[in-house]
Structure formats: C-alpha cells, structure tokens
C-alpha cells in the first residue's frame, strides 16, 4: 500500500489567513493526489485532482501543487466555510489511501 | 444532479454480515466505476473496494479486508451493494458510497470520488 502523510494534523487560524496544508507520499505518485474537504456530520467534498486541478465549482482562493512525493494543498484567504478538515488521496494505484487528514480550525 | 443514498440495517451482531445498498439517481450507474469507503467515529477515511457497473469481473477491494468485502451491481436498478461478513466491532463506522470517476487530463486517466452519499453509520453490537 501507499501511505499517504498529512502535516500539520490540526491547525488553528484566522480568517483571510493564507493556509497551507502537505501531504506527503511514501513513494512517487507522480501527480495521482486528489484533495477533498469535510465538515462535520457530512460526506467529505471533492475539490481538487491531479494535484492541481480545480473540480467545478471550487473557489479559486484553493490552489493545489505538487508532484512526486510531495505536494500540497493551499487556501489564500480562508474563509469563515473553510473551516473543516481536508484528506488527500493517492489514486497511482490501488488500495487508494487516503491521509490522515488535517483539521482546520478557527483561532 | 447525481445523488446517492446508502441504506440498510444501522446495527449488526459480532460476527454476522453487514449489508447496505447504494442508490443512484439522476444519473445512470452506467459507464462509471462505484465505491465504498467507510469512516469509523472520529477517524479518518478508509477505501473499501470498488465495481465496475459491467459487473463483479470488474471490481477491486482493499486487502486490509482479507476477503470478508463483496461489492455487487445490479444495473437495472441504478443500485450497487457492499457485504462485509464476520464483522467486529472494529467495522463499527460510517459507511459512504461514491462515485469513483475517471478523466483524461494530458493524456492520464486520473480517477477521483466526485459524488457521495450522505454516508450511514453502522453499529456492530451484540
């Protein structure tokens, strides 16, 4: 299996902050990363693949990068919404694994 | 607008078989691969294994299951299921479906989960 890393595992920030969140893969994936958001009580949303692009209707202050083994997934002004926790997920091969993920909270 | 909705039993005995179904609506299952990932409480996501809508000849499972997973199509009925047997209390968890999609960007396929359902949690409890 591919294991997938998350740092930081929870952060605490402002809104209009500048986050930035890594994930970080335990062999070259080249760019098979997908990212999604979850809020609590409800199915995590899909927001970016292919490291960096944007699914339909994601705001453009998300921003993804990336290849390899590491890569990382960026929010330029968080937004009192964004607050939740966020996975990637490896899509190179199968199991598809996911990290850990990183709480996002409101400081 | 695609929509899935998962139901079946939300409590099952130690060692018996957890069964739940997937309904899609507002799009044909067809064409499509679909998946199960589950969630126990407070933790984070795991794959379960997907199917190809042509059948059980197309499908892929997590080897953390140890073949207790069988996942199932049934186009007819824009449905798919998951069976999971000898369940501990360890498969305790919020099980979601998903629409597990393909798209080709610079000439990759890259697969990602785009539709969910709102996810069902299921208690393995005597």
């Known amino acids: 299996d591919i294991q997938v890393t998350q740092s930081p595992s929870s952060l605490s920030a402002s809104v209009g902050d500048r986050v930035t969140i890594t994930c970080r893969a335990h062999?070259?994936?080249?760019?098979?990363l997908n990212w999604y958001q979850q809020k609590p009580g409800k199915a995590p949303k899909f927001l970016i693949y292919?490291?960096?692009n944007l699914q339909g209707g994601v705001p453009s202050r998300f921003s993804g990068s990336g290849s390899g083994t590491d890569f990382a997934l960026t929010i330029s002004s968080l937004q009192p919404e964004d607050f939740a926790t966020y996975y990637c997920?490896?899509?190179?091969?199968?199991?598809?694994?996911f990290g850990q993920g990183t709480r996002v909270e409101i400081k | 607008q695609v929509q899935l909705q998962e139901s079946g039993p939300g409590l099952v005995k130690p060692s018996e078989t957890l069964s739940l179904t997937c309904t899609v609506s507002?799009?044909?299952?067809?064409?499509?691969?679909w998946t199960w990932i589950r969630q126990p409480p407070g933790k984070g996501l795991e794959w379960i294994g997907y199917?190809?809508?042509?059948?059980?000849?197309?499908?892929s499972y997590n080897p953390s299951f140890k073949s207790r997973v069988t996942i199932a199509v049934d186009t007819s009925k824009n449905q798919f299921s998951l069976k999971v047997i000898s369940v501990t209390a360890a498969d305790t968890a919020v099980y979601y479906c998903?629409?597990?999609?393909?798209?080709?960007?610079?000439?990759?396929?890259?697969?990602?989960?785009?539709?969910w359902g709102q996810g069902t949690l299921v208690t393995v409890s005597s």
């Open positions: 997920q490896q899509s190179y091969t199968t199991p598809w694994t």
């Open positions: 062999q070259g994936i080249i760019n098979y």
């Open positions: 292919a490291a960096s």
């Open positions: 199917i190809y809508y042509s059948g059980s000849t197309s499908t």
């Open positions: 507002g799009g044909s299952i067809s064409n499509y691969y």
């Open positions: 998903a629409r597990d999609a393909k798209t080709t960007y610079s000439n990759n396929y890259y697969r990602f989960f785009d539709y």
